[in-house]
């Protein structure tokens, strides 16, 4: 069965600029939840999805957000961009309890 | 308020030693600990799990240590390898929503 996949791998913005990225979990899995991966903060949760609703949601504002399609691809938008906003972001999806992870997205923002 | 804290920021070991990395939560609804380990240019991938009813699970080469009355759960990876240097992330979880995660361990093992 093949893993959860994240496109891009890499992407490399600038300061105003808005980025989707996208998340295509394990066949079977219908949550998807997001994280920002940071040297500083480690991961924060961003939020979760479940049959195309947001379940859960972390402490980060407005500029994050996300959407989940019917086949349970999941797409995480970030509009107007910040120096701050670089980092890995990492999508998971499971099934049960057990929580599997992509490869992440490296965004840097210039 | 961190809601999972993990020690030490980063661990050295021998090879052939023992490797202990430490977390602590403040939820006593947390019913689910997971470790993960990642390498650089990964995503983190599971590694082992406990539930709160067991005080330890081992797998292979490693253990998790639950002491639920201190609220506090590790990991110990014995026999040391190279091959184990990573970063190591402990979390909760209750029910499975929503992960809080420790800020992560990094582990060298040097031959």
């Known amino acids: 069965k093949a893993g959860v996949t994240q496109t891009p791998r890499y992407l490399i913005k600038t300061r105003g600029q808005q980025v989707t990225l996208s998340c295509s979990p394990i066949s079977g899995h219908r949550s998807v939840s997001w994280y920002q991966q940071t040297p500083g903060q480690g991961l924060q949760f961003l939020f979760e999805y479940f049959s195309e609703t947001q379940r859960n949601k972390g402490n980060f504002p407005g500029r994050f957000s996300g959407r989940q399609f019917s086949n349970s691809r999941s797409e995480m938008n970030v509009s107007t961009l910040e120096l701050g906003d670089s980092a890995l972001y990492l999508c998971?999806?499971?099934?049960?309890?057990?929580?599997?992870f992509g490869p992440g997205t490296r965004l840097t923002v210039l | 308020q961190q809601q999972v804290k993990q020690s030490p920021q980063s661990l050295i070991v021998q090879k052939g030693g023992i490797s202990i990395i430490n977390c602590a939560y403040e939820?006593?609804?947390?019913?689910?600990f997971p470790w993960y380990q990642q390498f650089p240019g990964k995503g983190p991938a599971l590694l082992i799990a406990?539930?709160?009813?067991?005080s330890e699970k081992k797998e292979g080469r490693f253990t998790i240590s639950f002491n639920k009355s201190a609220k506090q759960f590790s990991l110990h990876i014995m026999d040391s390898q190279p091959g184990d240097s990573a970063t190591y992330f402990c979390?909760?979880?209750?029910?499975?929503?929503?992960?809080?995660f420790g800020t992560g361990t990094s582990l060298t093992v040097i031959p």
């Open positions: 406990i539930r709160p009813d067991v």
């Open positions: 998971a999806s499971r099934a049960g309890v057990e929580q599997f």
């Open positions: 939820n006593t609804a947390f019913d689910y």
């Open positions: 979390a909760a979880s209750h029910t499975g929503n929503q992960f809080y």
